[in-house]
Structure formats: structure tokens, C-alpha cells
């Protein structure tokens, strides 16, 4: 069975600076689909960015960012130029093939003015 | 409407009771999927829909928990005989299909099992 973790349950990071949230995950299948999503306090999950595991490169969206290391089973997520609104949890969640996403436990960032 | 809608918001139950949550998907999406989040967790599986068939029902925690969904569109999960540990937030995405597409997530529902 796949899992995620999610290894820093906060994260703080000072507006305008650049911050790290760490994923990893278990799995023996090939193909597969990895994500990042954001959940402010109003519930609404929110997708940052996506990255198909066959694509050697880096997805990136704007302001944020992807290091996927197959090899490793990890998947962080860069946010440059952090804003006030950046603040939220956010989840990695790995899909499987037959499509159900499992998700990590989450990092919830603060972003200090 | 454009995104994937919840009823209700929020629900406040007794222990024994049922309720039924629904899930409006973005039209024209054939892939719809229940996920349970407790307080402070992550996302927990229930059960997919592809079209009207629910190939993988391998979350759902108990036999107390089902879902169906009719026409391609709506779907209601029902939960028999409540208890306290189902208190959490429901929550509903859909995606044009089980396939490669991204899943867009509903606002959920709050659901308090006194």
C-alpha cells in the first residue's frame, strides 16, 4: 500500500522569504501522480501544483515550486516570495492508479509580516 | 454552478441517529469521491464513483457507512446509527474521470455527532 508523510506538522516563514514543506512517500508502482494542496480555514481544498512521475521535470506554478527526487520518493514543495495569504495547511497527497488520493498528515504555515 | 457543491454545511446529530450527506459534482464529471478528515488529520479515503458503479469502496470504515449515486451527478453518503468518532468533515471532489485529470475538491461537511 502507498503512504505519504509529511514530516513537519508546522512551518513558519516571514513574508517575502522563501520556504521548504517536505513530502515523501512509499510505493512500488511506476506511474503515478503527485500533489500539492492547500486548505485554508474555510475547508476549500485548493490544488498548488501537480507533478506526473513520469516527467523528469520540476513542475512549477508561479510563485511555486516542486524538487521531485523519484529515486528518493520525495516531493517538496518551494514557495518563493511568501505573501500574507499563503498561510494555510497544505497537503501532499500521492494518487494511485486506480485514482483515490492518499494524503499526508500536513503542514500548516504561518507566514509572519 | 461551476464548482462541486456540499449539503449541508454543517450537521449536528445525536449518537444513534442516520444522516445523509450530498455531493453535487461539477457537471459533466464522471469521477466522484468521498474523503473523510477528522481534526487535525489528513484526508482519509471512503469510496469512488466512476459514473454510477462504485468500483472501490475499500474506505468506508463499517458497514454503518454507504454511498450511492444516480444519474452521473449526485451523490449521498448515509451514515447508520452514528457514533462520536464519525464526527469530522465529509468532504467531495470530482474529475472528469479516474484518470490523469485533477480532483476539485467541495467545501465539505462539518458533521457533529453529540
Known amino acids: 500500500a502507498q503512504t505519504v508523510t509529511q514530516s513537519q506538522p508546522e512551518m513558519s516563514v516571514q513574508e517575502a522569504e522563501t520556504v521548504t514543506l517536505s513530502c515523501t512517500y512509499d510505493?512500488?508502482?511506476?506511474?503515478?501522480?503527485l500533489f500539492w494542496y492547500k486548505q485554508p480555514p474555510s475547508r476549500q481544498m485548493i490544488l498548488v501544483i501537480r507533478q506526473e512521475a513520469y516527467k523528469q521535470q520540476n513542475a512549477t506554478e508561479n510563485r511555486f515550486s516542486v524538487n521531485f527526487q523519484k529515486a528518493a520518493k520525495s516531493f517538496s514543495l518551494k514557495i518563493s516570495d511568501s505573501q500574507l495569504g499563503d498561510a494555510a495547511m497544505y497537503f501532499c497527497?500521492?494518487?494511485?492508479?486506480?485514482?483515490?488520493?492518499?494524503f499526508g498528515q500536513g503542514t500548516e504555515l504561518s507566514v509572519k509580516p | 454552478g461551476a464548482g462541486v457543491s456540499q449539503s449541508p454545511s454543517n450537521k449536528v446529530t445525536e449518537k444513534g441517529k442516520d444522516v445523509e450527506l450530498r455531493c453535487d459534482p461539477i457537471?459533466?464529471?464522471?469521477?466522484l469521491y468521498w474523503y473523510r478528515q477528522r481534526l487535525g488529520q489528513g484526508l482519509e479515503f471512503l469510496i469512488y464513483?466512476?459514473?454510477?458503479?462504485?468500483?472501490?469502496k475499500s474506505g468506508l470504515p463499517s458497514d454503518r457507512f454507504s454511498a450511492e449515486r444516480t444519474g452521473e451527478s449526485v451523490s449521498t453518503l448515509t451514515i447508520q446509527r452514528t457514533q462520536q468518532e464519525d464526527s469530522a468533515v465529509y468532504l467531495c471532489?470530482?474529475?472528469?474521470?479516474?484518470?490523469?485529470?485533477?480532483?476539485?475538491f467541495g467545501p465539505g461537511t462539518r458533521l457533529l455527532v453529540l
Open positions: 510505493t512500488s508502482e511506476s506511474d503515478y501522480y
Open positions: 464513483f466512476q459514473g454510477n458503479s462504485a468500483p472501490d
Open positions: 457537471s459533466g464529471h464522471t469521477a
Open positions: 497527497a500521492y494518487r494511485n492508479q486506480g485514482g483515490k488520493l492518499i
Open positions: 471532489a470530482s474529475s472528469l474521470s479516474t484518470g490523469v485529470e485533477t480532483q476539485y
